[in-house]
């Protein structure tokens, strides 16, 4: 299935979409049934990702 966007692999567009998903306050289960993962370690790298992120922010404000 061709999308138009050469510089982008599926891979990516997937990983962009889960990261975007975690950090917009997703749950493991919710990524789950977005990204049709079997089991929640796959979605737990990008929630235990998001929540980093979130604490480094509000730790430096």
Known sequence: MEAGLPQCSPHG???IGAVRAAEAGAS???LMAMFGWDDASMA???TRKA???KMAASGAA
């Open 51 to 53: 929540a980093q992120k």
């Open 13 to 15: 567009l997937r990983k």
């Open 28 to 30: 493991e289960h919710e």
């Open 44 to 46: 737990r790298i990008y």
